[in-house]
């Protein structure tokens, strides 16, 4: 039988961030272990100057051999300590957790082959997908199953052969034998919050260079950034370097960028392996100020307009920024959604024309078909938006 220590060296030398966790078969079961963690320099100071334990530097980077083996070998273990999977850009994995009897029977119907046997459920490990992943509760998530769970980024998942009071953590399948999220249906994926953030443009107008308190607010700038980061517009060290030439142009000099960078770093750097690091920004800054200079975003409010009242109007917004298969997804959808309420034919191509959908004529067709047959198709149009976090009404 391996020893504990066995396994969180397998899976440090997988690649794996892992942290400790209580196995205590008490109220702290499967909770981070904070003795473990306050003793191999995982802490801060609170507010009453306490030193409490934290494992959000675990998110970013994977623990040394020597901190491991002191979780694992130390007297902590005889009173029960467990090794979790912190998941997300950091181990390369998401786990879709499938809880209770419920989950189970799920998982049987998805004919998905679980990786790990848990106390009560089954965990199945997914490569993680190239943007950020939320940790969701499908009990607390509008259209999720309510006995699936996701664990992403910042979150973290009990690894075998931990032992918690509802019973031990066992391997099912080879933890190589990983499947990406495009293994599950487009439906279920929108459920889970499993598909890119859509990305609204951000447009400013031309102007004067802006001084002093006329200058675009910088967490607007930021907010940019971080809105092409996620929505898959280009990588840390590309966006960053958008970034430091868009302060640059509108009047930042380089110690307020290399400030405005290490709020970028701290928000993007962990969630992808290797992490991204203050270092590699200020090396973009630096190239980014020796850059031609270009417009700077103008000092004029941009009025906002208030937000789409209905769902069809709310995909016509982001429609330019969907890929080709979500264009031809969105407007099925649509096409689907107005055939249920007797729209007409003529009404819906029309739109979808107007929209920008080049096969709107052929999509109303099967769609209007599918409908007069009773083929409803994966998922609804609310959830396709939903799962894209565009809000209307």
Known sequence: MKALLEYGTEYLNRGWSILPVFATGDEYDKNPHTVLLIATGYSRRDEE?????????????????EQVRRWLTGPEVRRGVGIALVTGQVSGRIVMDFDGEEGRAFARELGVC????TGGGYHLHLKAPPFPV???????TKGAPDCVDIRGDGGNA?????????GEYVWLRDPDDIDPIESLST?????????PPVVRPVMGSAGPLPEGKNRVNAQRILDWALELYHGGAGGRNDVGNRLAWTLFNNGYDMREVRQIGERYVEQVGHLQFPAYTLDEFYATARSAEKAPRGRPWGQKKISSSPPPRTAAQALEDIYAQLSPEEQQRGAALLAYTWASEGRPVEQTVTYLRLV????????VRSS??????????????EGFLAARRVKYG
């Open 187 to 195: 439906e279920l994926r929108e459920a889970l919050g499993l598909v």
């Open 368 to 381: 209007y078909v599918a409908y007069e047959q009773g083929r409803k198709p994966e998922g609804t149009l």
């Open 49 to 65: 100057d306490k030193l409490r334990g934290i494992w959000k530097p675990l998110q970013e980077k994977a623990p040394t051999p």
């Open 356 to 363: 920008g959908h080049q096969q709107a004529a052929q999509t």
């Open 134 to 140: 939320r940790n969701m509760v499908g009990k607390a």
């Open 114 to 117: 679980p990786h790990v046997r």
């Open 158 to 166: 009990v690894l075998p052969p931990t032992r918690t009071r509802k």
